[in-house]
C-alpha cells in the first residue's frame, strides 16, 4: 500500500503540522532564553544589558521560589492523590448495578466542564467565605467559630478546588477502565474464597494500572500549570503561601515589570516540567506499546 | 455477566451512588439556585435561601454590566475557531501518519505530545512582548492562534487512534472493485473518520472554552471570552453572589449541555485512545 509515490504524499499532509509545533516550541522558548540573560526591564525599555546568570542566581536564591517550587509540588502531588484514591473509590461504587446510573453519572461528570475561573470563584465566596459561605453557614449553626479557609489554608483550599475539578475525570477513566473488568475472573475468585481486599489487589487494582498511569500524565500536564485558580482566589497569598510556579513567573514578569528575571524562571519551570515529562513520557510510552 | 444482585445491596448502592452524584454536583446546582435570588437573599443561610423569592433581577443586572453577548461571541469565536483551524492542520497529518506509517511515525507522535509538556509559563513573557508589538493583544485573531497550538497535539493524537482504527482492507477491497482514488476518499473513508473528526471537535471546543491561562494574559475586554468575563468579579464588591452566579451560570451552561453529549467519547478522547 505504502508506495514511494504515497510516501511522498504522506510527507506533504505531515509537515504543516510539524514545521508549525516545531516554530511554536521553538520560537519563543529561544527568546525565553535569550531575555533570560539580560537585564530588561519593561519599566525602562530601551535599557536592555547583557546579564550574564545573574537572573537565574537572584531567581533561585529568592525565598519566594522555594516556596513557589515547594507549593506547586504540594498542589501537583495533593490533587493526584485525592483524584486518584477519590476516583478508584467513586468507580467502584458507580460500577454496581444500581437505578439512575445515567443521571447519577451526568451529576458526578458535571465539574470538568465549569471553566476555572467560575470554579475558583465559586468556592471562594459561596462557599469558603467566612462570613456568607455556605461552610460559615453550617459552622454557625452547630454553634462553632467560621473557619477562613483562603486566609488560613490557601493551598489546602485551592487543592481541594482543583481536585473537584479533576475528580470526574479520573472517576470517568477508572470508570471506563473497570467496565473492561474480566467478571468472569472476579466471580471464580468470589468462589475461591477470595474475600473483597483480596480481590481489589490482585485482580481490580493491576486491571487499573495503565488507567490510572493516564490519569497521572494527563493530570500532572495541567496541574504543573494551574493558574486562573490562584489568581481569582488568593493572588497567591497570604504571602507567597498559595505561590506556584506560573504564579510567581507572572508576577515577577507582568507585575513587576521584571522580564528577565520572570524569563530565567520561566526557563526553570521549563527544566523543572521536562525532568517530570521525561519520567512520566517513559511510563506512558511502555503503556502505548502494550 | 449478569451477575444476581439483591434488592437490599442494590438499594444501598442506589443511595450511596446517588448521595454522592449529588454532592459532588451540590456547588453547580447551588449557583443555578442563587441566580435567580435576590442579592440580598443569596447570602442567607441555606435553608432560607430556598425559601426566599425568585427573581430574574440578577441576569438583567449582569447585562447591564458587562455585555455578556460580547463575551460569549468571542468564547464561540475563539474556541471553535480554533478547533476548525487545528482540524485543517491535523486531519492531513494524522491521515498520513495512520494510513502511510513510516519508521518514525511513533517517535514523531511522541514529540508532538512533548510539545505540550512544554509549561506555558515559560513562553510567557515572549509570547505577550510578541503580541504587544504586534499590536495583537486583546485580539481575537492572535488567540485564536495560540489556542490552535496549544491543541494542534491532542487534536492529531485523538484524530490518529480514530484513523487507525478504520481498517486498511476495505480500501483494498473497494480498489479490486475499480474504485478510483475520489471515491475512495468520498464513499468510504469519509463516512468512516466522520464519528471520530465530530468527537474531536466537540471535545476540543470544550478544551479551549475552558481554558484560562492565554485567554486571562492575552484579553483585556474587547477580545476577552468568559474566562476573563468570571474572573472581573474576582474583587468583592458589596454583594454580588446572585451577580456571579447567574453570569457563572450563563458562562457554564453551553458548554456543560456540549459537555454532556460528549461525554461518552471523552474517555477515550482525552487519554488519546489508551483508555476505551
Do not use: C
Not at chain 2, 191 to 205: D, F, Q
Amino acid at each position: 500500500m505504502a508506495t514511494e509515490h504515497s510516501r511522498t504524499a504522506a510527507r506533504l499532509m505531515v509537515s504543516p503540522a510539524v514545521i508549525l509545533l516545531f516554530l511554536w516550541m521553538i520560537v519563543p522558548l529561544a527568546m525565553t532564553v535569550y531575555f533570560s540573560f539580560l537585564r530588561y526591564n519593561l519599566l525602562n525599555p530601551g535599557m536592555e544589558s547583557w546579564a550574564g546568570f545573574s537572573n537565574y542566581t537572584y531567581f533561585l536564591k529568592q525565598a519566594a521560589f522555594w516556596d513557589a517550587l515547594w507549593n506547586t509540588l504540594t498542589l501537583v502531588v495533593g490533587v493526584l492523590i485525592i483524584t486518584v484514591v477519590g476516583g478508584i473509590a467513586l468507580a467502584l461504587l458507580l460500577d454496581q448495578p444500581f437505578f439512575g446510573q445515567g443521571i447519577v453519572r451526568v451529576m458526578v461528570i458535571a465539574p470538568f466542564f465549569v471553566m476555572p475561573t467560575v470554579s475558583a470563584l465559586v468556592w471562594k465566596n459561596m462557599f469558603m467565605n467566612p462570613v456568607n459561605g455556605m461552610f460559615a453557614h453550617i459552622a454557625k449553626f452547630f454553634g462553632l467559630q467560621p473557619f477562613d479557609f483562603l486566609s488560613h489554608a490557601p493551598l489546602a483550599s485551592i487543592i481541594v478546588i482543583v481536585a473537584w475539578s479533576w475528580l470526574p475525570f479520573a472517576t470517568l477513566i477508572l470508570l471506563t477502565a473497570l467496565q473492561s473488568l474480566d467478571r468472569e475472573q472476579m466471580e471464580a475468585a468470589e468462589m475461591d474464597g477470595a474475600n473483597w481486599i483480596n480481590r481489589f489487589i490482585y485482580l481490580t487494582l493491576p486491571h487499573l494500572t495503565r488507567s490510572i498511569t493516564v490519569v497521572i500524565l494527563i493530570q500532572t500536564i495541567f496541574l504543573l500549570s494551574v493558574f486562573a485558580e490562584i489568581l481569582v482566589t488568593t493572588n497567591g497569598g497570604p504571602g507567597t503561601a498559595s505561590t506556584n510556579l506560573p504564579y510567581l513567573v507572572y508576577a515577577q514578569s507582568l507585575l513587576n515589570f521584571d522580564v528577565g528575571g520572570g524569563s530565567a524562571g520561566g526557563i526553570i519551570a521549563v527544566i523543572l516540567a521536562n525532568i517530570v515529562a521525561i519520567f512520566l513520557m517513559r511510563m506512558i510510552g511502555k503503556n502505548l506499546e502494550a | 455477566m449478569s451477575r444476581k444482585v439483591s434488592a437490599t445491596r442494590k438499594g444501598i448502592v442506589t443511595a450511596a451512588a446517588w448521595a454522592v452524584g449529588f454532592l459532588i454536583f451540590f456547588p453547580i446546582l447551588w449557583i443555578i439556585i442563587l441566580g435567580f435570588k435576590s442579592e440580598g437573599d443569596a447570602i442567607k443561610a441555606p435553608l432560607a435561601v430556598l425559601t426566599s423569592a425568585w427573581t430574574l433581577d440578577s441576569y438583567h443586572e449582569v447585562q447591564e454590566r458587562s455585555n455578556y453577548a460580547l463575551h460569549f461571541w468571542n468564547s464561540v469565536i475563539l474556541s471553535v475557531g480554533s478547533t476548525l483551524v487545528a482540524l485543517a492542520i491535523a486531519i492531513p497529518a494524522a491521515w498520513a501518519m495512520a494510513f502511510v506509517p513510516g519508521k518514525r511515525t511513533k517517535d514523531l507522535l511522541m514529540w508532538m505530545l512533548s510539545t505540550k509538556m512544554m509549561p506555558a509559563v515559560g513562553v510567557l513573557v515572549p509570547m505577550y512582548l510578541m503580541f504587544r508589538d504586534f499590536g495583537l493583544l486583546d485580539s481575537r485573531i492572535g488567540l485564536v492562534g495560540v489556542l490552535t497550538m496549544i491543541n494542534l497535539p491532542i487534536v492529531i493524537w485523538m484524530l490518529y487512534t480514530y484513523f487507525k482504527e478504520i481498517p486498511g482492507e476495505i480500501l483494498e477491497a473497494a480498489r479490486m472493485d475499480g474504485a478510483g482514488l475520489k471515491a475512495e476518499i468520498l464513499y468510504i473513508l469519509t463516512p468512516m473518520a466522520v464519528p471520530g473528526i465530530a468527537s474531536t471537535l466537540l471535545l476540543n471546543i470544550i478544551l479551549a472554552w475552558n481554558e484560562a491561562f492565554w485567554t486571562l494574559q492575552l484579553t483585556t475586554s474587547q477580545a476577552a471570552p468568559l474566562t476573563q468575563f468570571i474572573a472581573s468579579y474576582s474583587s468583592p464588591e458589596g454583594l454580588f453572589y446572585a451577580k456571579l452566579s447567574a453570569a457563572s451560570t450563563m458562562a457554564i451552561a453551553p458548554i456543560l449541555i456540549l459537555g454532556w453529549f460528549s461525554q461518552k467519547q471523552l474517555v477515550r478522547g482525552l487519554t488519546f485512545g489508551a483508555v476505551k
